[in-house]
């Protein structure tokens, strides 16, 4: 079965810095997509950023306006994994962050065929 394993969640303090990763198994995504979308309590889930396989060799990458300049999204395909690497961190990026994937095509909210259970990312003013 396919499983979304996050990790690396944590209580930081306003600009710092935290590397999140998420671990598939039992299907590859290496010609598919895998990002991260994140929900605050009393919001709405929302995207964060996703890898997208375009070609053979180049991943294409897609950021919210919110975090274009602090997060980078990366992916090691040998292990499956995609992590968001998450700088000067603002006491609004407090949410829960989930892992989702997508065989084929983009990935949406909507369109996401499997999600993690999430991870707690905490920033402290």
């Known amino acids: 079965q396919v499983q979304l394993v996050e990790s690396g969640g944590g209580l930081v303090q306003a600009g710092d810095s935290l590397r999140l990763s998420c671990a598939a198994s039992?299907?590859?995504?290496?010609?598919?997509?895998m990002g991260w979308f994140r929900q605050a309590p009393g919001k709405e889930r929302e995207f964060v950023a996703a890898?997208?396989?375009?070609?053979?060799?180049?991943?294409?990458?897609y950021y919210a306006d919110s975090v274009k300049a602090r997060f980078t999204i990366s992916r090691d395909n040998a292990k499956n994994t995609v992590y968001l690497q998450m700088n000067s961190l603002k006491p609004e990026d407090t949410a829960v962050y989930y892992c989702?994937?997508?065989?084929?095509?983009?990935?949406?909210?909507?369109?996401?065929?499997?999600w993690g259970q999430g991870t707690q990312v905490t920033v402290s003013s």
């Open positions: 989702a994937a997508r065989g084929v095509g983009p990935l949406t909210i909507s369109s996401a065929d499997y």
């Open positions: 039992g299907r590859s995504f290496s010609r598919g997509a």
């Open positions: 890898s997208r396989s375009a070609t053979n060799t180049y991943y294409a990458t």
